[in-house]
């Protein structure tokens, strides 16, 4: 039975054990016999109008669902939700927050999340999102966190995703509004970024160095660091404004906030002339890579599952290899906004070659098997890289499958450590790698999985310190993390580890456990919100 079918009664006996109060407590504190409470709760007696909002006003129901319990008892809705254009002065006290908020960035988001107002700053960072993500209505949450959001830029990838699941629950607990579970499931299905887990920076609570999470974004105006402060408007009597947030985002250190004033007359000046955020300024905070329009020059199948692309001409003028030896790129085709990340296998006299797996379905898979690319136009991102060998490091182990052979070839190449690599690949790959490396061929048990984790754990170390790099699907690399962490116990920085893609034939980025299905479920079972996460979180434990 979902919400909307439940009676008042139920409606309210819901919210009473959400806010985890006794019968008798709410009638002593409501002015009501504890024993006409409970025929309420029961549908013996029906409530009066009166008698639902001084029961909500105790229980802090909000606007929306009293209205749904006015409903549910057969009266019409008392609150009105009328568009923020329309509140007045609730609408000027919102502008009023924003602006005077500015040179730092800040918006007004409803109980989703979804934005509903912004000042210039947060504009500014918000401009380059792609179309796609602005409809039906930007969400602040999957703005950053989506892959061709700003996730890219979010360094503390990892520890901002748990603290936004945790918002979202928190919010679910405290509103049951629609679409806090869809948004939730989206947030946990999103990939974390390339090279996320190893780019995260340590910041925990023992760093004692900052009372709150930072959000950590890399910006063109450096590495900025923001916390947020959460304001709402006070004794609101219209759904709209009820559900209401302005976040303002505060510089957490010295350098944001001297990045942010020292950027302010530059971005002031670029919309005093422009009288509104148009595409010349955007660019001026902006925190998305740099892209870069490429023509496919040439492909050339090198075996059945590996097709090389070789990219080209003047949009790629200004093409800036980083050096790093497993660098990647985001590779966006046409017709498509989302990108695939690729290893640049080469980046030589204006050319840039790619090598791509084709496996059975696949969005760069198709548009390189079923369609002729040469003289296609693709977008290319900036690149960047992860292999980070220490200093003092004498020997290199590679490990990878037919996705990590672009990168494995071109570290073996321009290291000068002895080297030696697992390969796991379904075809033979004579004369890619170089013939400085010794090398243990493998055939993946099948085209979507993988059985490198097993050929890692039979390896005899050598000795001495070195590192240790590997990439392919998923599943494998968490457990080749555990195995490092906890057998090996290597330092994090002797190794890199990094999940390429996802086995299993998923159209999306699995979870290891569906939260949608678990909270419908505990709904239908009449479990509290505490008693679903905890079923959800046992049921993770067990994956
Ligand atoms: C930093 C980095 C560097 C990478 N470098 C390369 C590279 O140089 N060359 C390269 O080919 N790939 C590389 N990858 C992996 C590549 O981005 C993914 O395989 C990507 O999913 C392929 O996109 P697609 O459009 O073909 O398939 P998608 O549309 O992403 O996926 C469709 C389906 O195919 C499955 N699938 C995806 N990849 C594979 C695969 N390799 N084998 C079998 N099934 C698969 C998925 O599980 C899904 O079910 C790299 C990934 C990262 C993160």
Redesign the pocket.
């Known amino acids: 039975m979902t919400t909307a079918q439940l009676s008042v009664g139920e409606l309210l006996r819901d919210w009473r054990e959400r806010r985890r109060r006794s019968q008798l407590e709410v009638a002593i504190a409501a002015d009501v016999s504890a024993r006409h409470l409970s025929f309420i709760e029961t549908g013996r007696s029906g409530p009066s109008r009166t008698m639902i909002e001084r029961l909500c006003e105790e229980l802090e129901v909000p606007l929306r669902e009293r209205n749904r319990l006015y409903l549910a008892a057969g009266f019409a809705p008392v609150y009105q939700e009328r568009p923020l254009d329309d509140l007045g002065a609730a609408r000027s006290a919102v502008e009023a927050v924003l602006t005077a908020h500015e040179p730092y960035p800040a918006c007004a988001v409803d109980v989703r999340w979804d934005m509903v107002a912004t000042n210039r700053p947060m504009e500014l960072f918000l401009a380059p999102l792609p179309d796609a993500l602005r409809q039906p209505r930007l969400n602040m949450l999957r703005a950053t966190l989506h892959p061709d959001g700003l996730a890219e830029q979010v360094r503390n990838y990892t520890q901002w995703r748990a603290h936004v699941v945790g918002r979202i629950r928190r919010q679910l607990y405290r509103t049951a509004a629609d679409g806090l579970v869809e948004l939730l499931e989206d947030v946990e299905g999103y990939p974390a970024?390339?090279?996320s887990d190893v780019e995260a920076p340590a910041v925990t609570a023992r760093d004692g160095a900052l009372p709150v999470l930072p959000l950590l974004l890399r910006t063109s105006l450096g590495d900025l660091s923001f916390l947020y402060v959460l304001s709402v408007i006070g004794a609101p009597r219209d759904v709209t404004v009820d559900e209401i947030a302005v976040e303002a985002m505060f510089p957490a250190d010295d350098a944001t906030r001297e990045a942010l004033l020292a950027h302010q007359p530059r971005m002031s000046a670029a919309l005093m002339r422009a009288g509104c955020v148009c595409a010349d300024n955007l660019e001026t905070m902006s925190v998305k890579a740099q892209q870069y329009a490429a023509e496919v020059l040439r492909r050339e199948q090198i075996t059945p599952h590996?097709v090389r692309l070789v990219l080209g001409g003047p949009g790629l003028a200004g093409f800036e290899s980083t050096g790093i030896p497993?660098e990647?790129v985001g590779?966006v085709?046409p017709g498509q906004f989302?990108s695939?990340?690729?290893?640049?296998?080469s980046w030589q006299g204006g050319e840039l070659t790619?090598?791509?797996?084709?496996?059975?379905?696949?969005?760069?898979?198709?548009?390189?098997t079923r369609t002729d690319p040469v003289g296609q136009t693709v977008t290319i991102t900036e690149p960047?890289g992860?292999y980070a060998a220490p200093d003092g490091a004498q020997w290199l182990l590679l490990v990878g499958?037919?996705?990590?052979?672009?990168?494995m070839a071109r570290i073996a190449e321009t290291t000068t450590l002895p080297t030696r690599i697992w390969a796991e690949t379904p075809d033979d790959l004579p004369g890619y790698l170089p013939e400085t490396a010794e090398v243990t061929w493998s055939t993946p048990p099948s085209?979507?999985s993988s059985d490198l984790a097993a050929a890692v754990e039979k390896i005899e170390w050598p000795e001495g310190d070195g590192y240790f790099w590997m990439?392919g699907?998923s599943s494998q690399m968490r457990a080749i993390r555990k195995h490092l962490m906890r057998e090996r116990k290597l330092d994090s920085h002797a190794y890199d580890v990094?999940?390429?893609?996802?086995?299993?034939?998923?159209?999306r980025q699995p979870r290891s456990v569906d939260p949608g299905p678990v909270w419908r479920e505990g709904k239908a079972q009449g479990l509290t919100d505490e008693q679903i996460w905890q079923r959800y979180d046992e049921q993770q434990e067990q994956q």
């Open positions: 970024p390339p090279g590996l497993d990647w590779l085709v989302q695939r990340y690729y290893t640049v296998r790619l090598d791509v797996v084709v496996h059975d379905v696949g969005l760069v898979t198709e548009w390189a960047k992860s499958d037919l996705t990590a052979m672009p990168a085209e979507t990439a699907e990094m999940g390429y893609w996802r086995g299993g034939g998923q159209k």
